[in-house]
Structures are given as C-alpha cells and as structure tokens.
C-alpha cells in the first residue's frame, strides 16, 4: 500500500510540474505558488543522521493568501520547534538545532540515532488546491523508529487550510463513519485494532484531496499496531456526496446518480 501511495504521488507531482509550466494562475485565477527546496543533510556516522527536506513557497510574495500558507506549513512542519506568533522563520537554525539534538541522543545511547523530515509539494484539482506531504522518522534506538505521513491541504485563493473533522459530524456522520469503516475493513480486514467500530471511527490528522476523493490516512497505533504500518483508504466525492456530506473543496459539486 505504501507502494502505491508513494506511486500515486509521484504521478500527482508530475502533473503539477507541467501545470506551473504552463500557467502562473489556477482555475481561479490565483497564483500559483512556486516552491523551493530548502535541504539540510548531516551525516555523523556511528552517532547521528539528520536530514529537513522542506518546501518554501518562492513566490509568496505575490499573495496574501500564499504568504498565508507559506506561514502555516512552517508552523505545522516545525510546531513546537518555532514561536506560534513569529512570521519569520530561520530553517538553517531550526535544523542545526534538531541536528544537535540527535547527535547528543546518539551519543548518549550509543547508537546511531535519525532524524528525517522530508517534504514535497503536491497541486490539485486545477491548481486549486495546495497540499504538503510531510514524512517524519525519528530513531532513537530500541527496536524500531517511529515514522508518519501528514498531509495538509489549503485552498490556493483564499489561503485556508481544509479541516475535515466536520465530514464525521451533523446528520451524515453515521454514514460517513461506516463509509470509512467498510473501506478500511475491506483493504486491512483484522489488521485494523478489534475494539474499531462505526461509531468510534474518526478523520485522521493527515487528508490529501486527490483529483477524485480524500485519501485518508492513518498513522501507526492509531486504529492498527505498528507492524501494520500507515494505513490509508481513498473515498471518492460521489461516495462521500451520496451520505449528505458537502464537498467544500469542489464549486458547482453535482452528484450523477449511475442507472
């Protein structure tokens, strides 16, 4: 499965390299936001291994809405790392300060210890939507690390960043829930946690908005062990149109009922 979500993203960003060649504004007509790699890489070999892959917004500039987002996507990578009220932001000392950190702890344990932020830029729905997928490792030694897979989405016009929480509440929660239950019973049967119902079913932290769904995501030990891995399920807009829910990341959303 991670195969093939790492295959599906591949194919997202070579769509979206050609769409930001071709044009600078969306659908919309908002710019498009430009990115550029920030890249930090320290190898200490037998102590610590550090690497912050991050993806700047170039032209936030020329929007208030991608100065918006270029905010917010430094404050959620680097939560507790940066001020909550700075608007400026030195990735150079945020990553030398994680570096030190990881080569202490590898010092200390007497194992390599690794740290791995590495993020790539994903556009969809005609340049409309922005979304970030964040993975983060980190080993500490013991037998294994811990790894996850967060995606976040924002809304290129107005800069907002989707929350989905909304999609398990109000009068289509019930089928939302066992929309997304049957799913991921459907693709992991008994790997997901025994005691995971409909009714205890929630929108996980990390949704991307694919060209024809949300994909969402779950991290380790939050409905499945560790050696399940990341779990995801893809819900198609007709699926999640038909129990009532709105759409908000779709204008104009008509549902065409299949004979």
Not at 159 to 164: K, P
Not at 189 to 212: M, Q, Y
Not at 230 to 251: N, Q, R
Request: net charge negative; hydrophobic share 40%.
């Amino acid at each position: 499965m991670r195969r093939n979500i790492l295959l599906t993203l591949i194919l997202f960003v070579a769509s979206a390299t050609i769409f930001v060649g071709c044009n600078r504004k969306n659908s919309d007509g908002a710019p498009l936001p430009r990115f550029e790699e920030f890249i930090f890489d320290h190898h200490n070999e037998g102590v610590s291994r550090t690497v912050v892959l991050f993806q700047r917004i170039k032209n936030a500039d020329k929007s208030e809405a991608l100065a918006l987002i270029d905010t917010a996507n430094y404050r959620r990578t680097f939560a507790e790392r940066i001020d909550e009220n700075s608007t400026t932001f030195d990735l150079d000392a945020i990553a030398e300060a994680i570096r030190e950190e990881i080569s202490e702890e590898g010092v200390l344990s007497g194992t390599e210890c690794e740290y791995r932020i590495e993020q790539m830029p994903i556009l969809a729905r005609e340049g409309r939507v922005v979304c970030f997928e964040t993975s983060y490792y980190v080993y500490m030694g013991g037998a294994h690390g811990f790894e996850s897979l967060i995606y976040d989405c924002y809304d290129v016009a107005s800069g907002s960043l989707y929350d989905f929480g909304y999609l398990v509440e109000d009068v289509w929660g019930e089928a939302m829930r066992t929309l997304i239950y049957n799913k991921l019973r459907y693709e992991y049967a008994e790997a997901v946690f025994p005691n995971i119902a409909p009714e205890n079913i929630h929108i996980p932290e990390s949704v991307l908005i694919t060209e024809s769904g949300l994909m969402l995501v779950y991290q380790p030990y939050d409905i499945a062990p560790y050696s399940a891995g990341i779990l995801s399920v893809e819900i198609s807009d007709e699926a999640i149109a038909a129990t009532g829910a709105p759409l908000v990341w779709i204008k104009d959303f008509e549902v065409v009922e299949c004979e």
